[in-house]
């Protein structure tokens, strides 16, 4: 082992062995345990990875308020690759003020609608980064409805504990 981006590779060597110890078929060079441990890092914080998020309704709802979530819910998932959709204007869509529309959702999901629609936004993100629908995290952060794509990561890290370059990596 020599050099590896200008530093001394003493302390990978210490890694780098003690994983020998664990793998029946030891790495050969500097590069292929790298792709290694990456597999593995994915590996442990995939196992880690909340399950897909849906939003459900609070058990005993009648007929009327499940119809109503299911109309809320249709309209999220036509409506959140628009990046000027607010709340404002889903409770004018719903013809409801927007403090009797936080009522309703946080009374029938325990959320409030603009954690709904955060929710769908970053789901239909990390469909769109795992089936590699776009090249870049820049067109994933458009398609779902974020104008800045700093704020797109910081969410999706808040929820799935990991940026989104290493969805798309995969």
Not at 30 to 55: G, K
Not at 85 to 113: C, H, N, W, Y
Not at 120 to 134: C, D, I, M, S
Request: hydrophobic fraction near 40%.
């Amino acid at each position: 082992m020599g050099n590896f981006g200008g530093k001394t590779t003493s302390n990978f060597r210490l890694i780098t062995n003690a994983m020998i110890i664990q793998v029946n078929h030891p790495p050969t060079t500097e590069i292929d345990t790298l792709c290694w441990l990456f597999q593995v890092a994915n590996s442990v914080v995939a196992s880690f990875h909340p399950a897909p998020f849906v939003i459900t309704a609070k058990p005993g709802l009648d007929e009327p308020d499940k119809q109503w979530l299911r109309e809320f819910k249709a309209y999220l998932h036509d409506s959140y690759a628009s990046p000027n959709l607010r709340v404002p204007d889903i409770a004018a869509d719903f013809a409801m003020s927007e403090s009797s529309l936080l009522r309703q959702v946080k009374r029938l999901t325990g959320l409030t609608p603009a954690q709904c629609l955060r929710v769908v936004r970053l789901e239909q993100a990390r469909n769109y980064l795992n089936n590699g629908t776009f090249g870049s995290i820049k067109q994933v952060a458009y398609a779902v409805g974020y104008n800045r794509t700093d704020n797109f990561t910081r969410n999706f890290k808040t929820r799935f504990g990991l940026l989104p370059s290493a969805c798309l990596l995969r």
